[in-house]
């Protein structure tokens, strides 16, 4: 019995179910609020924030786990949000490797830019698997609108992916 508990208590259960949360609102909320015409990616805050708070293993495999549930979802191939959640997970992480103890402020640029660089690294990698989407004005209009809702969003978000992601658990008896 504590074996099931563990498991079901561990971060990757956690990750599964607080990404799919935030599928629910990606899907439903942000496909509708969509300023400029275009719609907030909070998945990719969320890999980003990941990506953020912990080292790059961690991070790309937040990204795959999500992006493969996005693109569960989605009319595109089967791996597509996966690579490019990957790359923008493990780029955050990479990004704060330089700094030691980096401020909050810091942290939330970081969020920032790595998930507006899913707007940019989706038409690349669309792209490569054939199916057209090169860099014009529209992706970097998304990335514009992603950069600024993940300013708002970011500060939330990372105590959600520190605690989701966290590896002690405590299950009432220690």
């Known amino acids: 019995m504590g074996r099931i508990l563990r498991t079901i208590a561990s971060r990757w259960s956690r990750l599964v179910l607080v990404a799919l949360l935030l599928l629910s609102l990606q899907t439903t909320l942000f496909s509708e609020v969509r300023p400029f015409g275009y719609s907030a990616q909070l998945m990719a805050m969320f890999v980003a924030a990941a990506g953020s708070s ?45 700094f030691r103890e980096p401020t909050w402020w810091l942290r939330i640029l970081v969020v920032s830019v790595s998930a507006a660089s899913s707007e940019v690294v989706t038409p690349l990698v669309n792209s490569v698997v054939g199916l057209g989407g090169w860099l014009n004005l529209h992706m970097l209009v998304a990335a514009l609108v992603t950069f600024a809702a993940a300013l708002l969003f970011a500060g939330p978000l990372i105590p959600v992916t520190r605690w989701t992601l966290s590896e002690k658990v405590s299950l009432g008896r220690d």
């Not at 597509?80 to 990004?95: H, K, Q, R, T, Y």
């Open 54 to 98: 912990h080292d790059v293993r961690v991070g790309a495999i937040v990204g795959l786990v999500s992006g493969f549930m996005f693109d569960a979802v989605l009319a595109t191939p089967l791996g597509i949000s996966a690579v490019v959640f990957g790359v923008v997970g493990a780029g955050a992480s990479l990004m704060m490797q330089p």
